[in-house]
């Protein structure tokens, strides 16, 4: 499984985030949710403080390596 994430801000970005195979999420910067689904974002955050941003990257982070939120 990739380790990576996309954070976009864009129909486009979104697009193409999910067609390299990467969990992206939906930046509401701008765009409804809806939309953002739509074109594929498997998440919509509205900042880099939402929660569900940081239960994902809990559950994808090995057990010995701690994630640090500053």
Known sequence: MSQALAFENS???VRSAVAAGLHTFGMLAGLAEDPLREAGAQ???RD???ER???LISE???QDQGVVRS
């Open 48 to 50: 880099f403080d939402d």
């Open 53 to 55: 941003l940081w239960a």
């Open 60 to 62: 994808r982070s090995p």
């Open 43 to 45: 998440r919509v955050i």
């Open 11 to 13: 129909l486009a970005a």
